[in-house]
């Protein structure tokens, strides 16, 4: 069975700074790796994802996050935030056979402060 | 393309009535999940149909929950004799399967969701 770690509950951030949201994850077969956002009152929205292929993955917003296969890890970073970045970040990771069911972490609520 | 449709977006209920969610995927897409999410955890999965068939079930799912995709399109989420413990956002997904070779395109297109309260 797969698994998945975000250490970080909440993480307050200042406006224009930088922003790193950890993800470890725990699986004995290959896996897909994913970030979802989730905005207030609104539904998962995936932000980006790694399939295979270059380690360094980007997606909407200005998001990024490099796939660690030592570290077992899947970190998520954006060189400055924005007051619109406000919302709840979850990691998640899917076999990379069959479909795509997820396992997600228990979320990262980032709160940037003006 | 207009999402994943959830219906109703909230529902309060008393201890022990039955409640049911209906969920419409993107029209393209034949896999459709249900995930349950409460208050400071991630999304918890609860079952997967491929088409009309129910293919995976979780644990989690017990036989007060039935879910259904009679058509391969909507789904309905049934829960019978509602306990406290139940109250939690239900969220719906669908994706399009991708290869002949049963690799998928790793995307789930998420509904707003349907929040049950269940006092």
């Known amino acids: 069975a797969q698994s998945v770690t975000q250490l970080d509950s909440q993480v307050p951030v200042f406006e224009e700074a930088p922003v790193e949201l950890r993800c470890n994850y725990s699986?004995?077969?290959?896996?897909?790796l994913f970030w979802y956002v989730q905005y207030p009152n609104q539904g998962l929205q995936l932000l980006l994802k790694?399939?295979?292929?270059?380690?360094l993955v980007k997606g909407i917003n200005g998001f990024e996050a490099e796939f660690n296969k030592s570290q077992t890890s899947f970190h998520l970073r954006k060189p400055s935030v924005h007051i619109s970045d406000t919302a709840e970040y979850f990691c998640?990771?899917?076999?990379?056979?069959?479909?795509?069911?997820?396992?997600f972490g228990t979320g990262t609520r980032l709160t940037i402060i003006p | 393309d207009t999402g994943v449709s959830q219906n109703p977006r909230h529902k309060i209920t008393k201890r022990g009535q039955n409640v049911t969610f209906r969920c419409d995927p993107i029209?393209?897409?034949?896999?459709l999940y249900w995930y349950r999410q409460t208050l400071g955890q991630g999304p918890e999965f609860l079952t997967y149909?491929?088409?009309?068939?129910?293919?995976?079930k979780s644990r989690l799912l017990s036989d007060r929950f039935s879910a259904e995709r009679p058509k391969g399109s909507f789904s309905t989420l049934e829960i019978q004799r509602t306990e406290q413990g139940d109250s939690a956002m239900y969220l719906c997904?669908?994706?399009?399967?991708?290869?002949?070779?049963?690799?998928?395109?790793?995307?789930?297109?998420f509904g707003e969701g349907s929040r049950l309260t269940v006092l």
């Open positions: 997904a669908s994706s399009s399967r991708a290869g002949l070779a049963g690799e998928h395109t790793g995307e789930l297109f």
């Open positions: 699986s004995s077969v290959s896996v897909y």
């Open positions: 790694y399939l295979s292929g270059s380690t």
């Open positions: 998640a990771v899917s076999l990379n056979f069959g479909n795509e069911k997820l396992t």
């Open positions: 029209s393209e897409h034949n896999r």
């Open positions: 149909f491929q088409n009309e068939a129910q293919l995976e």
